[in-house]
């Protein structure tokens, strides 16, 4: 069945440091990458979607790569804050089906 | 705007009690999904409404879970006889396309508990 992977381990870093998070699919191919925010007690919050035929795509401060051969996304927030503190996840959509993928996420703590 | 609301927030139900959850997705969008997301999970896919109609329930847990958008706006998802297993944080998601690939829309949330 269709996974997507993220690091469950907290990732903890000073503010004003570079914060990428990793995403692996396995035996699939999704059409699209989307990364989204999620604070807590709070429904997800977009950020980023990038296509299966793009490299990399950015917005302000967060960019998102998609490694096809690797089946790997890494997603960037550089000049990170504490205001970035949150769980961020990773989801993979298939043009087969009409489902999110959506991994475990990935909480990010920025100390100041 | 008004984004997409859900209600209740919170729900405690008994063991073999009937819920219903209800979500108002952002006026004129066109899908509609719902999810379930357990502690420290990521949400996990339950169904998909395109207008009115459901185009895909295949990841309903059980035959106990049921849903509707009987006009294209508003739906519920029902679960009929409780189960323990099934407390979680039941998500609703909307988008203005005609399927989820493009951005969709959260809402709070209804955490469900069952006792």
């Known amino acids: 069945s269709q996974k997507i992977e993220q690091n469950s381990e907290a990732l903890n870093i000073q503010e004003g440091k570079t914060a990428t998070l990793t995403c692996n699919y396995t035996n699939y191919s999704p059409a699209y990458l989307q990364w989204y925010r999620q604070d807590p007690g709070r429904g997800p919050v977009f950020l980023l979607l990038?296509?299966?035929?793009?490299k990399e795509k950015r917005k302000e401060r967060l960019k998102v790569t998609f490694d096809t051969t690797l089946k790997q996304s890494l997603f960037h927030i550089t000049a990170s804050q504490p205001a970035d503190s949150a769980t961020y996840l990773c989801?993979?959509?298939?043009?087969?089906?009409?489902?999110?993928?959506f991994g475990s996420g990935t909480r990010l703590l920025v100390r100041p | 705007g008004a984004g997409v609301s859900q209600s209740p927030r919170y729900k405690v139900a008994k063991r073999g009690q009937d819920v219903a959850l209800r979500c108002d997705p952002i006026s004129g969008h066109v899908s509609l999904f719902w999810y379930q997301q357990a502690l420290g999970q990521g949400p996990e896919f339950l169904t998909y409404f395109q207008n009115e109609a459901q185009l895909d329930k295949s990841g309903l847990p059980s035959d106990r879970f049921f849903a509707e958008r009987p006009e294209g706006s508003v739906s519920t998802l029902k679960i009929q006889r409780t189960q323990q297993e099934d407390s979680a944080v039941y998500l609703c998601a909307s988008s203005l396309s005609t399927s989820g690939k493009f951005e969709q829309y959260f809402g709070p949330g209804t955490r469900l508990t069952v006792t």
């Open positions: 989801a993979a959509w298939m043009d087969s089906s009409y489902k999110l993928i």
């Open positions: 990038i296509r299966e035929n793009e």
